[in-house]
């Protein structure tokens, strides 16, 4: 089975050109699942829907939240496909069980307030200054994820034009740059990177002090920093500000659609999370406009 796991994880690594993120979770959902069979002594080719279904029991009664249940379902469905593609397999075991279903949770926002104190806190006197301004209002004015920003290369961003290409696997998106990012992100590409890089071969958009890519733990510290310099108590990630970039286009009367290619979410159902706060927000304009509300 080791082999097979080795050869399943290789396949969606180039097939699906999926993140270091997600092929690890692939990687720890099947690694765990291995452990259960052996341990029940089930040969992992002859697992009936029935030794799936206690698996998920067993995820269930050490307490593991429904989306993580659903996500190793996820995992041993599709590694499953991969046996029963190259004969490994008879039948799927997974076939026809259902994800538990999973609460959609209500995103952590910021009020514009508390956006503007944020964003009011580096300051450009310093290389550091420059980089974390120019970050942090880039980050609210794409809403991208904080693997998507990293990743970003001097050539994905279009000063003239205004806008950035974020390329995710096979797929890509370009996302509209407001004005003062884009003033932020020229200073930083004209007055800070070029002093902050140790080499002219370094493609990075976001560089650390050291002159090389800037990584995910990096960009938290420095919202987790801001966060505290702002005295803002709600718990701030990079996550937080892409949730309230989607939040206020919403309110503001930007289309659910638009904000779906924006955020690059495959089912518009991902990004109707976010009604709820424009309903709320209906609710005060009704409140106040109606003469028999």
Known sequence: MEKQITNFLEFIKNDKKLSDNTLQS??????????????????????????????????????????????????????????????????????????????????????????????????????????????????????????????????????EEGFATCKNGNKQRNIPLGKLSLKALKEYIENSRPILIKSENEKALFVNINGRRLTRQGFWKIVKYYKEQAHITKEITPHVLRHSFATHLLQNGAELKAIQTMLGHSDISSTQVYMQFQDESLKNVYRKAHPRA
């Open 26 to 159: 692939y990687r720890r959902d099947i690694i765990q699942y291995k452990k259960y069979i052996e341990a029940n002594k089930i040969n992992y080719t002859k697992v009936k829907t029935n030794d799936i279904n206690a698996y998920l029991q067993y995820l269930h009664d050490m307490n593991k939240k429904s989306s993580t249940i659903s996500r190793n379902l996820a995992s041993i469905r599709l590694f499953y496909q991969f046996l029963l593609k190259n004969n490994n397999v008879k039948s799927d075991p997974t076939d026809g069980i259902h994800s538990p279903k999973v609460e959609k949770r209500i995103p952590n926002i910021l009020t514009s307030q508390e956006v503007s104190l944020l964003l009011e806190q580096p300051k450009n006197i310093d290389l550091k200054g420059i980089r974390d301004k120019a970050m942090l209002e880039f980050a609210y004015a794409t809403g991208m994820r904080v693997t998507e920003i990293i990743s970003l290369n001097l050539e994905d961003i279009n000063l």
